[in-house]
């Protein structure tokens, strides 16, 4: 398929109808030919050497009751994270602080919470407003989100809410039986009905089938809103975890997802998210050729690393990438 042929009269100028056979087709390219499609596509929406940088902070880590098998935040899995509890609120302007003047433009704050409790809004909005106030976008993934609750943080200016789909459909029941892929949709309609940017993904190198990654590629496109930001992952395989040692995804079949985002989602932020440790300079540069435009800064994730800062400034600088706001 040629890249006018993609373009469709939908109210948003993007398409919502994608079905898994033609994206399976994108996976099918010769490389160099879905390559060339996602590039030239990228190029018509962003600026290919600019990179937006989100930083993240784990606010509350651990003790999770939910059984996402990746995950090493769950509380049913022998890893080695201690739960702890919500983080004070300077705390977190601290970490907001030093990520804004190395250079971050979003800082992301991360609860392992199957949702947030009434008793802890007011501390998260404190948070929100205060990460605003440091002139920084907020993010927050707290679980699930109920309308009211999703009004609150809106209300507290939230910039963006991370909730990702993980997986297909079909794949998902594998993953997480502790809620629903319906769930997680439901969630997403809550922050998009309350105006809050959705930021929405999933996570590869699970075991899934070539299939399973299109589908989760089909139901993020085919949302009513293409999400504003969509995070890719490369399974982080932490011990104790059940998807410890499963999966693993052909360095070149995870370049050829972040393609594929690009080609469905043509003007979303496509985030090179978890797994950049495992990925060479050379990977991470494909990526970026493939329509990739955001990373995750700094040299921790949630609870695992994540390449050092002067290591990404570096490789930027090697690529002639100039990060966002500079
Ligand atoms: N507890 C909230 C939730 O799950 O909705 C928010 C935090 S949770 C850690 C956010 C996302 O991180 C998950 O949906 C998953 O996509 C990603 N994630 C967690 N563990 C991961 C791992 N080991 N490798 C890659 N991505 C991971
Ligand atoms: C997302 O898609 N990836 C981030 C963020 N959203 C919250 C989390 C990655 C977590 C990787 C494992 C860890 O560090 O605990
Ligand atoms: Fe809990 Fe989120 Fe980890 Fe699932 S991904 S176990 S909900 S912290």
């Known amino acids: ?79 080695d994270v201690e739960a702890e509890r919500l983080m004070a609120l300077e705390k977190v302007l601290a970490g907001a602080r030093k990520a804004k003047s190395a250079g971050a433009t979003r800082y992301c704050m991360g609860a392992a919470w199957r949702s947030p409790k009434g008793r802890d809004m007011a501390a998260v909005c404190d948070m929100i407003r205060g990460v605003r106030n440091l002139g920084l976008e907020s993010c927050m993934t707290l679980g699930m989100l109920d309308p009211a609750q999703a009004a609150q943080l809106k209300q507290a200016g939230l910039d963006y809410y991370n909730h990702n789909v993980d997986s297909s459909p079909e794949y998902y029941p594998e993953i997480i039986t502790t809620r629903s892929y319906e769930d997680r949709l439901k969630t997403l309609e809550n922050v998009r009905t309350a105006g809050i940017n959705v930021c929405s993904g999933g996570i590869v190198g699970m075991g899934e089938s070539k299939a399973d990654r299109a589908g989760m590629l089909q139901t993020l496109a085919n949302l009513p809103q293409h999400p504003g930001s969509v995070p890719i992952n490369m399974l982080v395989q932490v011990e104790g975890t059940p998807l410890y040692g499963a999966g693993g995804i052909d360095p070149f079949d995870f ?38 435009n955001s990373i995750f800064y700094g040299e921790k994730l949630l609870t695992t690393p994540n390449p050092l800062q002067n290591n990404d400034l570096d490789l930027f600088a090697r690529l002639g990438i100039t990060p966002e706001g500079k």
């Open 255 to 292: 370049i050829r997802t972040i393609a594929a985002a690009r080609l469905v989602m043509p003007a979303s932020y496509v985030r090179l998210s978890a797994g950049r440790e495992a990925m060479s300079d050379e990977m991470q540069a494909l990526c970026f050729f493939a329509g990739a």
């Open 1 to 79: 398929m040629s890249v006018e042929q993609l373009e469709h009269p939908y109210p948003d100028g993007f398409r919502h109808n994608w079905t898994r056979r033609e994206i399976i087709e994108f996976f099918d390219l010769p490389l160099m030919d879905l390559l060339f499609q996602a590039h030239s596509l990228h190029r018509q929406y962003f600026d290919p050497n600019k990179i937006q940088l989100s930083q993240l902070c784990s606010i509350k880590t651990g003790g999770c009751p939910e059984d996402c098998k990746y995950c090493p935040q769950s509380s049913r899995y022998p890893t």
